[in-house]
């Protein structure tokens, strides 16, 4: 398996990234965290607080398949969501953006069109270990009603097994 990305540092975020999230999803605890590759000890400390910061958005995601456009400037590419948090959401779709991407898009949510602005953080090009393909964004300034939303429905979150489902022609992984 290969890593790639801009500079070393940014590949082997990549591969570690990975490892972690292969660990966890075995249930499985790392032993020690290798350093970067042009590091320092301020960098290393942003890692590990970004690294507290994506397992607290780990822990509040959640299980929505909604409909989703998206677009570089305007939102015309269909796709469904695959988790939302009040950070980000992950869209499943087999043509991602490359990273650092900025999206405008433009989720549906309960019969209103909820304008977004984010950025491609990851990419998953292909469907691996029962997790599909598609593109993890960051957003920028969430709109109130997203948050809104976000937050209801983390007061009653819907059961594994029932996920609110689009109907559409778009592309799923």
Not at 73 to 80: F, G, K, V
Not at 110 to 136: D, H, K, N, T
Not at 154 to 165: L, T, Y
Request: hydrophobic share 35%.
């Amino acid at each position: 398996m290969k890593f790639v990305a801009l500079t070393a540092a940014a590949a082997q975020h990549k591969a570690i990234e990975y490892i972690r999230q292969h660990c966890k999803h075995r249930g499985l605890t790392l032993r020690a965290e290798v350093g970067s590759v042009e590091s320092s000890e301020v960098d290393r400390e942003e890692e590990e607080k970004t690294a507290r910061s994506e397992d607290v958005q780990a822990a509040q995601r959640q299980l929505r398949s909604l409909f989703i456009r998206y677009g570089l400037t305007r939102p015309t590419d269909e796709a469904a969501t695959d988790d939302l948090s009040e950070g980000g959401l992950f869209i499943r779709t087999n043509s991602p953006q490359p990273v650092g991407t900025d999206l405008t898009l433009r989720l549906e949510v309960e019969g209103f069109g909820i304008p977004l602005q984010g950025v491609v953080c990851w990419v998953r090009e292909v469907s691996e270990g029962g997790r599909p393909a598609g593109m993890g964004i960051k957003l920028a300034r969430p709109h109130p009603r997203y948050i809104h939303y976000i937050r209801q429905k983390r007061k009653a979150p819907a059961p594994e097994h029932e996920v609110e489902e689009w109907k559409g022609t778009a592309e799923q992984g």
